[in-house]
Structures are given as C-alpha cells and as structure tokens.
C-alpha cells in the first residue's frame, strides 16, 4: 500500500482576485516529497481550493501513489467531496467531476476537513503564490498586407489558469487605429 497525505489550500486576493494554491505531498513516514505554491491567475477562493485539490492529486498519481489522504482547512470542498453538500456553483461543477474523476484512479481517498493551524504550509504555500502575478509578453507578428495581427504571448504558471487580458487586448485595438473590424 502506497499512500500520500496530500495538505492543500487556495488562496484568493479579492475573491476573485489574484489566486494560488499550496499543495505538500508526504509520504507514510511523513517525510515531504513535493511541496508547491503556484498563482492560478484570476480566480475565486473556491476555485483556487479545488484547484488545489485537483493538482494535488494529479501530483500524487504522478508520484505512483495509489491511496491518498487529503487535508484541507476548506469546510466547504470537504462536504462536497464527501456528498454532505451539493455543488450548486456553474464555475465549479465542472471542477468537481474532474476532481471526482481523479478520485478514481485510486483505490482509496479521504477527505478531511482540519482547522486552518493544521494546514498552516499549505495555506502559506497559497498566500505567497496569489501575490505572485504571471508575466505576459507582446510581440508583434508580421502581417499580411491589408489585416492587422497582434500577438499576445501569455506565460502561466499551471495547466489550468485564468488570466484577464482584457486591457492589453483594448490597448492593442487602440493602438491600431483601427475602428471597425473583429478582434
């Protein structure tokens, strides 16, 4: 029997705001193998949590674990999880099938529920990295004549991350002058 404790966290700056999560996978001994804070983009507390959840998972199986057990200080995802609540939230059904879709490819996994100072790294982990904001990067691509083309390079620091582009992509249409047309 292969098991990992898995203690994880999202965090979010505003809610939504600037979101990261903090996972640390342990081993039976209790000795950390992989602990890790990565920003997510623009997201909610509840998506930074099953964020994390998911990730931690993920990591897990990566690390040939086949039975795993959870911490999170998330009341909420907890009961979900476990089938005490139900998902009522669009942006996160989707996150919850894929979490239980990760759940199995284990032969067990539990979820707990512990009081934040039982949590402490893994919410650590979060805080730090939703402070962190990704790079983006211009750069112009040539274009054909008669059509006007911007590239926008984006850098992430996860899979699965949200990032608002949205004032470079208004600033770039200005710029171009360009007053009728699809972007």
Request: include cysteine; hydrophobic fraction near 40%.
């Amino acid at each position: 029997m292969k098991r990992a404790t898995i203690a994880i966290d999202g965090a979010s700056k505003g809610n939504p705001g600037p979101a990261g999560v903090g996972i640390v996978i342990c081993d039976e001994s209790g000795a950390v193998l992989n602990s890790i804070g990565e920003n997510i983009g623009i997201g909610t507390n509840n998506f930074a949590e099953y964020t994390a959840f998911i990730r931690g998972l993920e990591l897990a199986l990566e690390l040939g674990f086949n039975h795993a057990v959870v911490n999170t200080d998330s009341e909420l995802l907890a009961k979900q999880i476990n089938g005490h609540y139900r998902v009522k939230s669009p942006d996160i059904a989707p996150l919850f099938a894929l979490a239980l879709d990760l759940m199995g490819k284990f032969k067990t996994v539990r979820v707990n529920h512990v009081p934040r100072e039982k949590n402490k790294q893994a919410d650590k982990l979060a805080s730090q990295a939703a402070g962190v904001q990704p790079t983006l990067e211009l750069e112009e691509a040539p274009a054909p004549e008669a059509k006007m083309i911007k590239r926008l390079s984006v850098r992430t620091s996860s899979r699965m991350q949200f990032l608002d582009i949205t004032g470079l992509v208004q600033d770039a249409v200005k710029e171009s002058g360009v007053a009728d047309g699809i972007c």
